[in-house]
C-alpha cells in the first residue's frame, strides 16, 4: 500500500482516507501511470457521467432544494473537469474516443435497493463512495508522479479538492434522508466498493481493480 508523507498533503484527503476502508494498491498506479493516454481517456468519460448522474437526481428528486442546488453545482463543475482533461489531451495529441467503462461503478449500483426512499439513500452513498475513491486515486497519482509530470499533478491537486467537496456533499445529503440508517447501509456499501478495489481486473480503468 501506499504511504501518505506527512508533508505531502492536500484540503480534504484526511476526510476521504478516512472514509474509504482500503487505500489504491502500489500494482494498480505503477500500472496507470504506464497507461496515461489510456487513463485520460477513461477520466474524460467519467466527467461526463458525473454530470449526467447529478442530472438524473435533479430530474428524479429536484423537489430537494438543497439536492438541486448541490448537484447543479456538481454538474457545472464536473464539466468543467471534462473540459480540463480534453486540453490536456489535446496538448499530448490524443484524440479523444470513448472507451469501455470498468466494472466499477456499475458493480456499486447493483446493490442500490429498487424502492424509494431507500433507492434515494443508496444512489446518494454510492455517490459519495465514488468522489471519494476519484479523490483518493487522484490523491496516489499525485504522489506517485511527483514532479515527473507538472501538467498532470497540477490538475490532480486541482480536482482532488473539488472531489473531496462532492463527497462531502453526497454524504450530507445521504445523512439528511436516512438518518442513523445511513451508517449500516453506508459500511455495506464500502465493503462492496473495498472487494472492488482489491479484486484481480482485466484492464486498467480510474476506478479498476488490481491489473491481472
Not at 14 to 40: G, N, Q
Not at 73 to 93: T, Y
Not at 178 to 183: E, H, K, L, T
Request: glycine share 4%; proline share 5%; aromatic share 8%.
Amino acid at each position: 500500500m501506499l504511504d501518505t508523507p506527512s508533508n505531502q498533503t492536500l484540503p480534504g484527503i484526511d476526510t476521504v482516507l478516512r472514509f474509504l476502508l482500503c487505500r489504491t494498491p502500489d500494482s494498480w498506479v505503477s500500472r496507470a501511470v504506464a497507461e496515461i493516454p489510456l487513463l485520460l481517456l477513461d477520466h474524460a468519460s467519467l466527467e461526463l457521467k458525473a454530470a449526467q448522474q447529478a442530472q438524473t437526481l435533479i430530474r428524479r428528486y429536484g423537489a430537494n432544494f438543497d439536492l438541486l442546488n448541490k448537484m447543479s453545482q456538481l454538474a457545472r463543475e464536473e464539466l468543467r473537469h471534462f473540459e480540463q482533461v480534453s486540453a490536456i489531451l489535446e496538448n499530448r495529441g490524443i484524440t479523444y474516443r470513448p472507451v469501455s467503462a470498468s466494472r466499477y461503478a456499475a458493480a456499486l449500483h447493483a446493490h442500490v435497493r429498487k424502492r424509494e426512499p431507500d433507492r434515494f439513500v443508496d444512489t446518494l452513498i454510492v455517490g459519495a463512495i465514488i468522489e471519494a475513491r476519484s479523490c483518493e486515486r487522484f490523491y496516489s497519482l499525485w504522489l506517485k508522479l511527483g514532479s515527473s509530470e507538472p501538467d498532470l499533478t497540477k490538475l490532480y491537486a486541482s480536482l482532488l479538492k473539488s472531489e473531496a467537496r462532492h463527497f462531502l456533499n453526497y454524504l450530507e445529503l445521504g445523512k439528511t434522508a436516512a438518518g442513523d440508517s445511513m451508517v449500516s447501509r453506508t459500511r455495506f456499501l464500502l465493503e462492496q466498493e473495498q472487494e472492488l478495489v482489491l479484486g484481480p481486473d482485466p484492464e486498467i480503468r480510474l476506478h479498476s481493480g488490481i491489473p491481472v
